[in-house]
């Protein structure tokens, strides 16, 4: 009974609840210039044309398919996605655009995507094998094996969204045994990502 007295009491004397205000978020915009670069006045966007126009003077020399008919790789594992420079027997500069749905980013990070720094080194020496498959004693589709890499840098990571702009240059090649020596780098938006002072490679017998 005394403990019914009491409640009563506190709700008699009790105030009305005050409602608690909602918290206030201050959002702060995106300056539109700031999207493409230092963000002043007169820096206005130049809009998706002119963007796009900037890779008008590229030129594909392999496509996709192309480079379907000369390496053995598929997907997942296909990263060279066209060549837009090629010397026969010589280089060739290649292109490889990365996205989320490759996946290997379900693990290399899920917080943070970080395209393996491997795979960078294997893009390159498949850029390498679309140069060295169409030389004397190959053949394209043809296998071919890692067998070596020296002096790998990786200068920055290479995310969903970047294009990896890709060069090789093949030093030797021996075309009795099949064996490749070369070396790489690779940019995105005109910056090293990654460099490699020499990469060997066999084709499988």
């Known amino acids: 009974m005394l403990k019914k007295f009491v409640l009563l009491a506190a709700l008699s004397s009790a105030t009305a609840f005050t409602p608690i205000a ?12 700031a999207i493409f670069g230092e963000d002043k006045e007169h820096d206005a966007p130049s809009g998706a044309q002119a963007i796009s126009a900037l890779t008008s003077g590229v030129k ?7 480079i379907a008919k000369i390496l053995p790789h598929r997907y997942p594992f296909l990263l060279v996605d066209k ?10 500069v290649g292109i490889k655009s990365v ?13 943070r995507p970080i395209m393996p720094g491997v795979l960078q080194v294997e893009a390159l020496a ?18 071919f094996f ?4 020296d002096g790998v840098k990786w200068k920055k990571p290479v ?5 990896l702009v890709m060069e090789v240059e093949i030093k030797k090649w021996n075309k009795r045994f099949g064996i490749a020596t070369a070396e790489g780098r690779a940019y995105v938006d005109g910056e090293i990502a990654v460099e490699l002072d020499e990469m060997k490679f066999a084709l499988a017998k």
């Open 22 to 33: 909602p918290v206030q978020r201050t959002v702060t915009p995106i300056s539109k210039t």
């Open 60 to 66: 594909t020399i392999f496509s996709l398919e192309d």
């Open 83 to 92: 060549v837009v420079e090629y010397e026969e027997g010589k280089r060739a």
């Open 99 to 111: 996205t989320l749905n490759e996946p290997h980013f379900t693990g290399h990070f899920p917080d």
């Open 126 to 143: 498949q850029l390498a094998g679309i140069v060295c498959l169409q030389m004397e004693g190959a053949e394209p589709g043809a296998v």
């Open 146 to 149: 890692f067998a070596g890499v």
């Open 159 to 163: 995310v969903p969204g970047d294009t």
